[in-house]
C-alpha cells in the first residue's frame, strides 16, 4: 500500500480575529505624512465630484482615514504593498506560455 505524504506545512497563514467585520478603506492618494519620533502618519483622501449651480460641477478632496504605525509596521505595510503590486504587474514570457 502506498503511504499518503503529509501535506506541506502552511507557514504563511496568520489567523486574524474580526476580518469579516473590518471595513473597506478606498482612497486615490495620500496628500499628507509625516514622522512623529518615529510614529509614522499618512492621510489618505478620495476626490468627490458634486454638481454645482449653473450646471456646473465641482471637484474636492475629502479625507478618508488617518493611518498611525510604528517604523517597523510602516516597512511591512510597503512591503506587503510591493507583494499585491507584483502580483498585478504584467509578465514578459518571449518563450511563449509556460507549462
Known sequence: MT???????????LPVDGILE??????????????????????LATSLIAPSPNGQISTR???VA??????G?????RDTLDKALLIGAPVENPQGKAN
Open 3 to 13: 503511504e499518503k505524504p503529509e501535506p506541506p506545512a502552511d507557514h504563511g497563514y
Open 22 to 43: 473590518a471595513p473597506i478603506i478606498f482612497f486615490e492618494i495620500c496628500p499628507t505624512l509625516g514622522n512623529n519620533g518615529g510614529l509614522i502618519n499618512v492621510l
Open 61 to 63: 478632496i475629502k479625507a
Open 66 to 71: 488617518h493611518l498611525r504605525m510604528t517604523a
Open 73 to 77: 509596521s510602516a516597512k511591512n505595510l
